[in-house]
């Protein structure tokens, strides 16, 4: 902040901060509160930093660029992954409460609010993420369009940080997923004119805990603090799989379903979209939604398997059908 | 107050107890509304993972029928309340994109201007009819009872496309109202998390170790029901609590899933069966044994 | 014990670019990271890169002079020359490999005006380059499976006979201290920026590179020529890019005045950044400044332009300061941002210490001279970090084996536990508080003889201080406090060089702005620094600059 003469304004602030010394016999997390004087100015960082500086040395922490440029420095404050050295103190606490610190979730801990990152790292190896051109090398740059590339420097802002792997949904029920932040990084690839790969990568990550496996929770979106949007670009690598032919996974079926059943009535089937997604032909899989199917059906409310039809239909299936004619 | 209202698909199809009990309460709390019988389905995020644009569009198309009506929308469900929040803020600030939708819905003769609100009933509540006067209608004390609020991803994230910023107070919406009828919220981590549904039939696995997390947690921590805002939130939470407790505990759940409007009602003093309790899969009886207890009527 | 052709210390774009190409090259290839690769420092880099593409008409002989006037004519063209000459290649390969950047409508790469260039050279993303740069680089290290030492820290460089074969290093996951020989090292550890408060630089770069080479006899050359950068954020001194300035952004006094008119009227705000930061500090000290700073106005380019050209700028005014620069002009301050001083090597990246290159920031050519132009940090990095493994990929195949043995390991475990050991004495922090702030005041834009004296007898001040200074976490696990009091120590070192090489200069050239000296003295002073380590402490020297081409003239920007 800008230098001046006069005594600078401090209040004090409460910090609870996670623990964990892995060296420490019956080794387990605990949290230590902490007072420390901050000016009106700090970001969540600024608070750590002095606490570290002038208070508990032992405290360990990740930071570095304090720009939002190197992606070292995310963590849970009051739950909630973020950039700490761009998360102003003031915009998640207030005098007389007390701000909580967590290292990033997902991730086993080394110690402190130092989690290791080995897990994270080799899913975004797993996308195999660099560029792989075919075809002959130009003496001197590809020729590529600008909006492509801006395009593309959108997901490029990606800086690695880990909050959207910190906080996804998925990631917390299943580990084996390969998470927002590696299907960003695909994606970056994906959509690189340059790269040659394009239908091979989308049918790697067609398979298991891949694309499909994201269940649309937005948290990713919400967190990222370089709107990143990763599962927005992971939507977009579902529609582009579905069109390189990839449309074998009842995760595209279930898309396909959705979408004819709006084309034909305006409004979802949802009995049609429950068989339809499981696929037609797949026997154990529609007995295995038999048993809910049948009690609701007892509880009088199966939906019916006849469209629910709106009296604009025609304009309706106008419009979708355009929308495919424009896509192509 | 009047209102355009969307029932959204899932409750005219796989979870009428919702619009059955909304319909009650609508009508008890003097809120007059006319069905949008000619809107299409928001497209709940898939058809948007297949085509944003047309996502947009069938959004944009329901708003402009609103606007000829000229009242704003009321709906019912998280899911479409979150699309339509998140189409309403793409045109909001794209006029080229708004102008190239409006080409699409000429041949309707539909035009939309920017002008619809768009708002779910539990908002309404809090910001538009107010909390005192929605208590004026309780005729039932809930205190004594525990609920724990889920609010369904699309209700509360991306928050830019929410308005959270103007309007914080949604941010805690759904405590403020379980805590209007007397009962208590119950505070638990997965309030703001995710049921699993969009990956039902894609991870089943997945989805029932989500369900079996949060109802399993809720009910741990002592709730009597779950209150969800959210019908799609209702099909995985309820119609698959049982097979994911099976698969994920050694232990039942047996947490019962309450719609929104299905709470008010019961603070309200209609019967479990007016309300629709009946038709849920995992059984609501002991809750309406002890709602109909001593604090009864 | 580990064994390695080639060990490269520091994973920013020098090192990874030397990795692989080492790697290209057969090498048994390794790198060593305190931090992990892409949280380098390179990543903060925001402009854009040089270089003279002759298939659009370009000279790299325009470009070598115009970084060789940039330099105050302190640079060394042979080097230069190099340097501009191999860009062009380069900066394809860096694209063929996969790095995003402007197109023009023809898909042709863009390039935008930068500081001290007569025509536009600077290829360039947004204001990221240096991030989608280093990210690319580290995707390359995956894809050709570069073995990295992830999280480990360097304590000693391992010398025997005068030769350097590896370095002593512990794991910072668990603490466990191992030697890693390799026939050669590539030091490539970065700059030192946080010896300066306020800076631009990440808490990271304390001059670990530096010290560590000049511990082991190489020689820190013009170490006095510190690069305070024009445009940092008033308060935490977060970089705003040249690149605004480039794209056309103004600078503004109290007065409402493009005071660069003054000092630079044919280059104005895009002049060198020497002379851009002098005449910010002239304003300041004659009290036409906002709070002790100055004015970036972008106003007049534009929201849509600012967020499509300029986007992270936008991100840090809005996220640090609640300023939206379509709206409203920023205040900025020179703040230190890069040390054109350093480890010296010849062109191939070569110390005087058999065994032991350097590249990047933390070495000096010198390409750079009395002053860096803005873009040609990026160049340097990518040029030199691969020179370097060309050159080690050639050593390697003559050099001798090293001795296996613990000696050194155990001299440096020993050490080590001994600073474990001290009983409570003062904290790190504020020792290196204190030795930053005077460094800014002694060693400022503008110094004279008194202002160094103080800065270079606090340094010494420093150096007797820690021996104070004692360890609160005990720990091996993760122990930053142990890291951050051994980085204090490089940072003391690397101060020490930084005054003696400051009082050994008697003039004024390129970054070096003495008012009590306040000419330029090509006659005396043409010369580079030197400061070497000696068994007293320092031992100073001057050499030559090379000059090919362009005589010393009159620098009007």
């Known amino acids: ?328 | 107050m009047k209102y355009a209202f969307w029932p959204g698909c899932v409750a005219l199809g796989g979870t009428p107890e919702l619009y059955q009990s909304t319909k009650l309460v609508l009508n008890k709390l003097g809120i007059e509304v006319e069905e949008l019988t000619n809107a299409t389905c928001t497209g709940a995020g898939v058809l948007q993972e297949k085509n944003r644009k047309l996502g947009d569009t069938l959004n944009v198309r329901t708003f402009a029928q609103a606007e000829e009506m000229g009242l704003p929308i009321m709906t019912i469900c998280s899911t479409c309340q979150g699309t339509m929040a998140q189409a309403q803020l793409a045109v909001i600030k794209d006029d080229g994109y708004l102008a190239d939708i409006n080409a699409d819905l000429a041949d309707e003769g539909l035009e939309y201007h920017g002008d619809t609100v768009t708002k779910h009933f539990l908002w309404i509540l809090v910001e538009e009819y107010g909390l005192e006067n929605l208590k004026k209608h309780f005729v039932r004390d809930l205190s004594g009872l525990k609920f724990a609020p889920f609010y369904g991803c699309y209700l509360i994230r991306p928050s830019d496309a929410l308005g959270f910023a103007e309007v914080p107070e949604r941010e805690t919406s759904l405590e403020q109202v379980i805590e209007s009828t007397g009962a208590e919220v119950v505070d638990f981590k997965g309030s703001k998390a995710c049921c699993g549904l969009p990956i039902l039939f894609i991870n089943q696995g997945n989805s029932l170790k989500m369900v079996a997390t949060h109802t399993g947690t809720a009910k741990d921590l002592g709730a009597d029901a779950m209150v969800t805002p959210c019908p799609l939130c209702h099909l995985n939470l309820d119609g698959y609590q049982g097979k994911a407790a099976k698969k994920n505990r050694s232990s039942a759940i047996d947490l019962p899933i309450l719609h929104l409007p299905q709470m008010l009602g019961l603070a309200m003093g209609f019967t479990p069966k007016e309300l629709g309790m009946n038709k849920h899969m995992v059984s609501t009886s002991r809750l309406s044994e002890q709602v109909a207890s001593p604090a009864g009527v | 014990m580990y064994e390695h052709d080639v060990l490269i210390i520091g994973a920013g774009l020098a090192g990874l670019r030397a990795a692989v190409e080492a790697e290209k090259l057969g090498l048994k290839t390794a790198v060593l990271s305190k931090v992990h690769p892409v949280r380098s420092h390179s990543c903060a880099a925001q402009g854009g890169i040089n270089a003279a593409l002759g298939d659009r008409g370009d000279d790299w002989t325009d470009h070598a002079y115009d970084t060789v006037k940039g330099s105050d004519f302190l640079g060394d063209q042979d080097a230069i020359e190099i340097m501009a000459r191999e860009a062009g290649d380069d900066l394809i390969e860096l694209e063929h490999m996969g790095v995003v950047f402007s197109r023009q409508d023809d898909g042709r790469l863009e390039a935008r005006a930068f500081g001290g260039q007569r025509v536009p050279r600077t290829f360039f993303i947004g204001a990221i380059t240096g991030s989608a740069m280093l990210h690319v680089l580290y995707e390359q290290a995956i894809k050709h499976d570069v073995q990295i030492y992830e999280e480990w820290f360097v304590t000693k460089l391992i010398i025997e006979e005068g030769v350097c074969h590896g370095a002593v290093a512990f794991n910072m996951h668990t603490g466990e201290m191992e030697t890693i020989r390799a026939k050669s090292v590539i030091m490539a550890a970065g700059g030192a920026g946080r010896v300066f408060e306020p800076s631009t630089n990440a808490l990271i770069c304390t001059g670990d590179g530096l010290a560590l080479a000049w511990d082991a006899g190489a020689s820190l050359m013009d170490m006095e020529m510190v690069q305070y950068h024009p445009t940092t954020l008033a308060g935490n001194g977060i970089l705003l890019s040249e690149a605004a300035r480039g794209e056309g952004a103004h600078l503004l006094n109290s007065e409402g005045d493009r005071f660069m008119e003054r000092y630079a009227p044919e280059f104005m705000e895009l002049a060198s950044r020497d002379v851009v930061s002098r005449a910010e500090q002239t304003e300041i000290n004659e009290g036409r400044s906002i709070n002790g700073n100055v004015l970036l106005d972008l106003r007049h380019l534009g929201k849509t332009f600012i967020e499509e050209r300029l986007g992270y700028l936008q991100e840090v005014a809005v996220e640090f300061r609640g300023i939206d620069l379509s709206e409203h002009p920023i205040e900025i301050r020179p703040g230190v941002h890069y040390i054109m001083g350093g480890i010296k090597t010849n062109v191939d990246g070569a110390t005087v210490v058999p065994g032991l290159y350097a590249a990047g920031e933390c070495a000096n050519v010198s390409v750079h001279g009395g002053n860096r132009l803005g873009a040609n940090s990026l160049l340097d990095t990518i040029v030199f970090g691969r020179r370097s493994a060309q050159a080690a990929a050639e050593y390697v195949k003559t050099a001798a084996p090293s001795v296996s043995t613990d000696e050194h390991l155990n001299a440096e475990k020993s050490r080590i536990q001994d600073l474990l050991d001290r009983p409570k004495g003062i904290r790190w922090a504020a020792v290196r508080n204190e030795l930053a702030h005077s460094m800014t005041e002694g060693i400022g834009v503008y110094r004279d003889q008194a202002s160094m004296e103080g800065a270079d007898a606090k340094v010494d001040e420093m150096r007797a201080k820690y021996s104070q200074v004692s360890v609160e976490n005990k720990g091996k696990v993760y122990n930053t406090d142990l890291i951050f009091t051994l980085e204090l120590d490089y940072m003391i070192n690397v101060a020490k060089t930084i005054t003696q090489g400051a009082l050994m200069c008697k003039e004024s050239r390129g970054a070096h702005s003495r008012t009590d000296m306040p000419d330029r003295d090509d006659e005396n002073w043409l010369k580079h620094t030197h400061v070497f380590k000696d068994d007293d402490g320092v031992r100073t020297e001057t050499s030559d600059v090379t000059i090919t081409q362009w005589q010393p003239v009159e620098r009007v920007y």
């Not at chain 1, 420490?24 to 230590?32: F, H, I, L, R």
């Not at chain 1, 930071?63 to 761009?86: D, F, P, T």
């Not at chain 1, 069109?243 to 595209?252: F, K, L």
């Open chain 1, 1 to 328: 902040m800008p230098e001046t003469e006069t005594t600078v304004k401090t209040v004090t602030a409460n910090l609870k901060v996670y623990r964990y010394d892995p060296e420490v016999g019956d080794a387990k997390p605990y949290y230590q509160d902490y007072e420390v004087e901050v000016e009106d100015w700090f970001t969540v960082l600024d608070a750590l930093i002095k606490i570290r500086e002038e208070i508990d040395g032992t405290l360990s922490l990740r930071c570095a660029c304090r720009a939002s440029i190197c992606g070292s420095c995310a963590m849970k404050v009051n739950g909630e992954a973020k950039l700490v050295c761009k998360t102003k103190l003031d915009s998640v606490w207030s005098p007389g409460e007390t701000v909580t610190v967590d290292p990033p979730g997902n991730m086993p801990v080394i110690t402190d609010l130092v989690a290791d990152f080995k897990p994270f790292w080799d899913k975004v190896r797993q996308v195999k993420p660099y560029m792989q051109p075919t075809g002959p090398v130009p003496t001197a740059e590809y020729l590529a369009p600008n909006e492509d590339m801006v395009h593309l420097a959108g997901v490029m802002n990606c800086i690695m940080c880990g909050a959207c792997v910190s906080d996804c949904t998925v990631l917390e029920v299943d580990k084996s997923f390969i998470g927002p932040a590696a299907l960003a990084k695909a994606y970056r690839f994906v959509a690189d004119p340059r790269d040659g790969k394009k239908k091979e990568r989308l049918g790697e990550l067609n398979g298991d805990a891949g694309i499909w496996d994201c269940t649309r929770c937005m948290q990713c979106v919400e967190v990222c603090p370089k709107d990143v949007d990763p599962m927005e670009r992971i939507m977009v690598m579902r529609d582009q799989a579905i069109e390189e032919g990839y449309t074998g996974t009842s995760g595209a079926r279930h898309t396909e379903s959705f979408v004819n059943s709006v084309r034909r009535s305006g409004r979802l089937n949802e009995t049609r979209l429950a068989i339809e997604s499981m696929g037609v032909m797949n026997i154990p899989g529609q007995i295995s939604m038999a048993p809910v199917g049948i009690k609701a059906l007892l509880k009088g409310k199966l939906p019916s398997p006849l469209d629910h039809k709106i009296p604009s239909k025609a304009a309706v299936k106008k419009i979708v059908e355009k929308s495919e004619e424009t896509s192509k």
